[in-house]
């Protein structure tokens, strides 16, 4: 069981260059985050699901797009970075409605957009 | 006003102190309440719930005041291994757990 996973665990992009981010967990959890945490920021929310082929948009959504193919599976996508992202992103899951709200966090990705 | 304010610190206190954070939240309809611990570099994890009639867990003891809209954690005989980010989360309102707010955390170092 190893809980959730993200790839890569760094990455530096330059300004224009797109990548996509891959978080997998192995829990059935229903409902999968994508945060970014800056100095100082606390961890912001950027997209999340609440379940399989479901997304929807969090507090700083723009300049990033998510896909929910697969239950254990969320991706985020950035097409054409900016410096402004440069930041460490945390996918997390939890079970969803009716469940505990523990949050659980993946390793995280650092990326540096140069 | 941010949704969630912590107490930035640092706190620098010697082992063995006893220590105490606050957490305030603005949206007086939150249901969900915790505080989640998160070492350098690495991932946030779940400390523990906070429940209205307050909880403890060892030396750590979490309290919900409602009216007050804020929350607060304890840690009684401070270890190193204490040294971390502290983070309050607050879920506002009763909707699955999906809208999850964090404040940007409080960083103690527990000295020897």
């Known amino acids: 069981n190893a809980g959730v996973t993200q790839t890569p665990k760094f990455r530096v992009l330059k300004t224009g260059q797109s990548m996509t981010l891959l978080c997998a967990q192995d829990?059935?959890?229903?409902?999968m985050y994508w945060y970014r945490q800056d100095p100082g920021m606390g961890l912001r929310l950027i997209h999340y699901?609440?379940?399989?082929?479901?997304?929807a948009k969090g507090e700083v959504p723009d300049g990033y797009n998510v896909s929910r193919l697969k239950k254990q599976n969320f991706l985020l996508g950035l097409e054409s970075a900016a410096p402004s992202q440069t930041s460490v992103y945390f996918c997390?899951?939890?079970?969803?409605?009716?469940?505990?709200?523990?949050?659980?966090f993946g390793p995280g990705t650092r990326l540096t957009v140069t | 006003r941010k949704e969630v304010e912590q107490d930035p610190g640092p706190f620098n206190v010697p082992e063995g102190a006893t220590v105490a954070f606050n957490c305030t939240y603005s949206?007086?309809?939150?249901?969900?309440f915790f505080w989640y611990r998160q070492d350098c570099r690495k991932e946030p994890k779940l400390l523990m719930s906070?429940?209205?009639s307050g909880n403890e867990d060892g030396r750590f003891t979490a309290q919900l005041n409602r009216a007050s809209q804020y929350i607060s954690l304890l840690i009684r005989d401070s270890k190193l291994s204490d040294s971390a980010t502290y983070l309050c989360?607050?879920?506002?309102?009763?909707?699955?757990?999906?809208?999850?707010?964090f404040g940007a955390g409080t960083r103690l170092f527990v000295k020897a």
């Open positions: 989360v607050v879920n506002p309102s009763n909707t699955g757990g999906f809208k999850t707010i």
């Open positions: 997390a899951s939890n079970a969803g409605s009716g469940h505990t709200y523990e949050q659980y």
């Open positions: 906070v429940y209205s």
């Open positions: 949206n007086s309809a939150s249901q969900s």
């Open positions: 699901s609440v379940g399989e082929g479901t997304t």
């Open positions: 829990m059935n959890h229903e409902y």
